[in-house]
């Protein structure tokens, strides 16, 4: 999913506000994962709908998309860029996060 993240936020950033439609066409990427990117991209405070009318909108990148889409672009990925913002240290490779227990 990081790559497709980066890569809708790089589509944003060239080509303006777009719904999740567009992008799907421009980056040939399944329709659902491109709308759980863009709910992921949202709740990181990373783009944002600038239209909404019934099940149709249009995103942008915000300041902070930018920002960080910038840095990415300089670091070598946005792995680091979320890491940041989320304030979470990295998790070594190929180590799962645990699982929560008590929930039935």
Known sequence: MQGLLQRIMEVLS???PLTPGDVVVRLGAPRYR???AFHCLEELGL???IYSR???RIYTLTTTGRA???IASEEGGLASVVQRILE???EPAGVAAPKSEGVA
């Open 14 to 16: 060239e080509e303006g």
């Open 34 to 36: 491109v709308l759980a």
């Open 47 to 49: 783009a944002a709908p």
């Open 54 to 56: 019934g099940s149709t």
């Open 68 to 70: 960080a889409l910038k």
């Open 88 to 90: 979470v240290p990295p």
